[in-house]
């Protein structure tokens, strides 16, 4: 404590050297010959920032003003005077709104226009002079009001947006006034100052900010000496030159200052001039050359357009996106741990049954059984061994065929006991009672090991997630100058590339064409980019680069190996409109592609919510990202939990890579799908039970490589089983789907739906679904270019 304190003293000691040295230079700060537009504002915006700094603010701009005169240290004095009391009477008067600047502007004005009028008398210019020197104040004390407070709060993460720059440069100009008349070896003080600060915002900021700077600097020391007027183009030539030059290093921007004190020294015609500017640029480079390299990379890091300040953005960017992925990461490993916890709490094999399980099952059965018997201290303290080896026998045979079947058995319990009878009623009503607990603590084992999988597909999805965001854009520098050159070369103009990936199979480049007019992004650009990366590459979507101007915005993005082309054929019970059957073909992430088909029981409404819901739950969880074996064991586990009714549906589900070419089919309760291959068809199918059916169920998955040109049939169990007569469908389908000539999957669809019916007798029997995919290569509208070849790393 005792150090944080030593510290914010420090820290305040500092404060006050830095007001006091502020205020002096300011109370020294004249422009045109004799106006003071500088002192007021500066003590009106610590006022209004630092009230308890407002005297030391005071003194120091009345000690500044004592160094040039006592007439301007006596206008001082007046002028602050005036300001207190005007201050006062406004808080007074109303403490809720902020007339500072108007303060200022009496203040500044009344003094000026007092001051005259003792020395010359009154008249009309008089109180225009007043009024200006008073106007300007009021800017000045808007501008010191944005820029004082920059210099003196230190804050972590601090952009600056160009109108700051301005007034902090302004705040720096009118400082250097202050320093007017001082020599250094016939050198003058501000000359040096100023090219010292040009030289350091155009090496940190580039030629813009350093012509800015240049010019505003030699503005107000050309307002504070006519004299000094040719240094407003000698600072505004070295802050362009040095701008310009900074990719040289401090070199550079030296050689700039060094160019425009030399043209403008010729330019003046004077050899002691050109002697003096000379050695002035000199020791103004010398001080340039000893400031550390981290002043200047913290200055260009508050400046925009810098690479420091995109630097600066980036990292800053880049802790929020670590401390979001760092905060997914905890929460996918607590679902993580949850998930362990549901697996292995409570769980064990099932059948086992322990020795203290028997004991406190034997035990409820003597408590309503042998506690109100006559023999029971015979039975349970003489013959204990005996009747618990009985009773044990007893409850096994009673477990086993719900009586004792064994005549030796009965004959000796009989014997043995003389409420045989009530003692295997009861063994066998607490059996039951037994059972119904086992089957409630089944279903919650189920139920657990349900939620912890869930818990695991979220996890995974999280986990995922995290290190999507913590993916960046890799460099591709080097990459985006030989696109841009091959491209060059080629005669295509293209203004700025931006590579954000490479990857094989994800490449994502941005582009700015000066037009798009005659589809020049499809036909040329995206060609070319496939030659010169060797993968098929098309554009993924236009927009205008400008609000206006025929500039556009092209993303390219690599085309997947496979493409799908769909056919489908649906009809419900009868020809009626609602069907039990649902179907659905979406595409999941990058590259996958699902199709699906849902049967409800039954027919009618009914079953075609059954059937919808299994459907919709399905392309909300894959969406989701989680696994497609947990996403059907939810949706099974759901519609089981969710009614005692007998409500089932069968899935079919099919998931393609795009990219690959292998599927995954996973078969619930549904019927065989069928890819054609030329001439060969084969089938697929799994034997698990309907989806509803039962609570625990396992999905069977199975894989497939798909090839250019395969036909997938995918159909539901009314078109499967709508030739009543065949005895082998699955033969009579394969020949069916060989016999077909088309290879188109809406024609496919089609005629294998009309085929089903006419073997029915034209009669539909039950909802009937047939889902046809066509897996093509992907082949480019526009052929490839030849472009010079690079190596792509």
């Not at 070896?185 to 915002?201: D, G, K």
């Not at 960046?472 to 091959?486: A, G, M």
């Not at 040109?709 to 789907?737: P, Q, T």
Request: proline content about 2%; charged content about 25%.
């Amino acid at each position: 404590m005792e150090k944080k304190i030593d510290k914010v003293k420090i820290q305040a000691l500092k404060r006050l050297l830095l007001i006091m040295g502020v205020g002096f230079l300011l109370g020294r700060s004249v422009i045109l010959l004799q106006l003071l537009p500088f002192a007021i504002p500066f003590l009106a915006v610590v006022f209004k920032w630092r009230r308890n700094l407002t005297l030391p603010a005071a003194f120091a701009l009345i000690a500044g003003s004592t160094s040039l005169s006592f007439g301007y240290a006596g206008h001082t004095t007046v002028a602050i005077l005036l300001y207190f009391f005007l201050q006062a009477v406004i808080e007074k008067v109303n403490k809720s709104k902020n007339f500072l600047p108007l303060t200022v502007f009496l203040a500044v004005a009344g003094t000026r226009y007092l001051s005259l009028v003792i020395q010359e008398g009154t008249s009309m210019y008089h109180l225009f002079t007043a009024s200006v020197e008073g106007g300007l104040a009021l800017v000045v004390t808007l501008i010191f009001f944005q820029s004082i407070p920059l210099v003196f709060e230190r804050k972590k993460q601090m952009n600056l947006r160009h109108e700051e720059v301005v007034c902090l440069v302004i705040l720096l100009g009118s400082l250097l006034t202050g320093t007017v008349g001082w020599l250094i070896y016939q050198m003058s003080v501000e000359h040096i100052v100023a090219r010292y600060v040009v030289l350091i915002f155009a090496f940190s900021g580039g030629a813009t900010i350093g012509a800015t700077v240049g010019v505003i600097m030699g503005l107000i020391l050309s307002l504070a000496s006519v004299s000094q007027l040719i240094s407003m183009s000698l600072l505004a030539f070295a802050g362009l030159l040095g701008g310009l030059l900074k990719e040289g290093g401090k070199v550079g921007t030296a050689i700039g200052l060094v160019i425009a004190s030399l043209l403008m020294a010729m330019y003046a015609d004077s050899q002691s001039s050109l002697n003096v500017t000379l050695f002035e640029s000199l020791t103004a480079v010398a001080f340039f050359y000893l400031t550390p390299k981290k002043w200047t990379s913290s200055l260009a890091g508050y400046i925009p357009g810098t690479v420091e300040y995109t630097q600066e953005q980036q990292k800053y960017l880049r802790k929020i996106r670590d401390v979001t992925a760092g905060k997914v990461e905890q929460f996918s490993d607590l679902f993580l741990s949850l998930s362990r916890t549901f697996s292995f709490h409570g769980k064990t094999e099932e059948g086992e049954e322990t020795e203290c399980e028997v004991d406190l099952f034997l035990s409820s059965v003597t408590e309503a059984t042998c506690q109100t018997c006559m023999k029971k201290q015979q039975c349970w303290a003489r013959d204990f061994d005996k009747t618990y080896g009985l009773m044990e026998q007893i409850m096994g045979a009673c477990e086993k065929d719900g009586d004792i079947k064994d005549r030796a058995l009965a004959a000796v319990w009989k014997k043995h006991c003389i409420i045989d009878t009530k003692v295997v009623d009861t063994i066998n009503g607490k059996l039951k009672e037994r059972d119904g607990e086992m089957r409630l603590r089944n279903q919650l084992l189920e139920s657990r090991q349900l939620v912890a999988e869930q818990l695991i597909g979220v996890s995974q999805v999280m986990e995922d997630f995290a290190k999507d965001i913590q993916r960046e854009k890799k460099v591709h520098e080097q990459q985006e100058i030989d696109i841009k050159n091959s491209l060059s070369e080629a005669g295509v103009d293209v203004d700025l590339v931006d590579i954000y990936s490479l990857e094989p199979g994800n490449v994502d480049v941005e582009m700015i064409i000066p037009s798009n007019t005659y589809n020049e992004a499809e036909k040329v650009i995206a060609p070319l980019l496939s030659d010169i990366l060797r993968e098929c590459v098309i554009v993924k979507y236009t927009e205008a680069a400008r609000s206006t101007g025929p500039e556009t915005k092209v993303v390219f993005a690599s085309t997947k190996t496979f493409v799908i082309n769909q056919g489908v054929a649906h009809t419900a019970k009868g020809g009626k409109w609602v069907s039990g059957d649902s179907y659905s073909t979406m595409e999941i992430g990058e590259g996958t592609y699902a199709m699906a088909i849902s049967d409800g029981m039954g027919n009618g409404r009914r079953a075609h919510i059954e059937s919808q819901e299994t459907i919709d739950l399905l392309r909300r969880i894959l969406l989701s990202g989680i696994d497609e074996t947990v996403a059907i064991k939810s949706i099974n586990s759901v519609l089981s939990l969710r009614s005692n009714e007998e409500v089932f549906s069968t899935l079919d589900l099919a998931m393609l890579d795009l990219q690959t070419g292998k599927a995954k089919f996973l078969k619930v309760g549904s019927t065989p799908s069928y890819i054609k291959r030329g001439d060969h068809v084969m089938s697929l199918e799994a034997g698990n039970l309907p989806i509803g059916m039962i609570r625990e169920m396992d999905v069977d998955v199975v894989s497939e490589q798909l090839k250019a040109g395969d036909l997938l049939i995918m159909m539901s169990d009314g078109v499967y089983e709508a030739s009543k007569h065949v005895e082998n469908k699955d033969v009579r389908m394969k020949r069916m789907i060989r016999e077909m000539r088309t290879k188109d999957p809406q024609e496919v669809a089609d005629l294998l739906m009309e085929k089903m019916i006419r073997d029915a007798d034209g009669e539909i029997h039950d909802d009937m679904t047939v889902l046809v995919a066509k897996v093509d290569h992907y082949l480019p509208e526009w052929a490839t270019f030849s472009a010079p070849e690079k190596e792509w790393a």
